[in-house]
Nanobody, 123 residues
Framework: QVQLVESGGGLVQAGGSLRLSCAAS????????MAWFRQAPGKEREFVAG????????HYTDSVKGRFTITRDNAKNTVYLQMNSLKPEDTAVYYC????????????????WGQGTQVTVSS
């Protein structure tokens, strides 16, 4: 069992930055691929960024490439999402998720989810 707790969301102006953190419980954190998803009002939840168990491989949705960076610290059981050059269209609830299979954009493969953290970008 893995419990995920996100933090770091908030209100920021367009062009600003935020860093989201996701703290995981459990001893097997390093065996999970991790990802960030987001859900904007009236829209479906979508994949944002993912990282494999070791941190050697990452994947981003096209709209955030070059602006967002996902990293992980297995010693701290934490995954991060550094978000720079934020845009109003990045406004959403951001969720951290863990999967015991390989890194994937398919949310159906993720076993554990956090409660979400709100990110609001004003224009």
């Amino acid at each position: 069992q893995v419990q995920l707790v996100e933090s770091g969301g908030g209100l920021v102006q367009a062009g600003g930055s935020l860093r989201l953190s996701c703290a995981a419980s459990g001893r097997t954190f390093s065996s999970y691929a991790m990802a960030w998803f987001r859900q904007a009002p009236g829209k479906e939840r979508e994949f944002v960024a993912g990282i494999n168990w070791s941190g050697s491989s990452t994947h981003y949705t096209d709209s955030v490439k070059g602006r967002f960076t996902i990293t992980r610290d297995n010693a701290k059981n934490t995954v991060y999402l550094q978000m720079n050059s934020l845009k109003p269209e990045d406004t959403a609830v951001y969720y951290c998720a863990a999967t015991s299979v390989a890194l994937t954009t398919n949310q159906g493969w993720y076993d554990y989810w956090g409660q979400g953290t709100q990110v609001t970008v004003s224009s």
